[in-house]
């Protein structure tokens, strides 16, 4: 069993930043990839960014040069620095964790940017 556990959300303004952790605990494997997603109500859950074991990133159109995903191996913990935020990056976001069985998911935080 992998838990994961998510911090960071919040209220931001138009243009301002919040970072996201996601903490990975549990029986987790030597690889492995994760990533954020994000959902607002009545629509899917998206994809935001993912990063694999080995720091290959990939971002979904929408904040590719505004978002950053990272992670650290060591604290199996993954990042998500959100910078030049507009109301439409406004859902709960969720973490991801990709393993070799089933994906495990976050809890979700809460992110709302308005002025």
């Known amino acids: 069993q992998v838990q994961l556990v998510e911090s960071g959300g919040g209220l931001v303004q138009p243009g301002g930043s919040l970072r996201l952790s996601c903490a990975a605990s549990?029986?987790?494997?030597?690889?492995?990839?994760m990533g954020w997603y994000r959902q607002t109500p009545g629509k899917q859950r998206e994809l935001v960014a993912i990063i694999s074991n080995g720091g290959v990133t990939h971002y979904t159109d929408s904040v590719k040069g505004r978002f950053t995903i990272s992670r650290d191996n060591a604290k199996n913990t993954v990042y998500l620095q959100m910078t030049s935020m507009k109301p439409e990056d406004t859902a709960v976001y969720y973490c991801?964790?990709?393993?070799?069985?089933?994906?495990?998911w976050g809890q979700g935080t809460q992110v709302t940017v308005s002025s």
């Open positions: 549990g029986n987790i494997f030597t690889v492995y990839r």
């Open positions: 991801n964790y990709k393993g070799l069985g089933p994906d495990v």
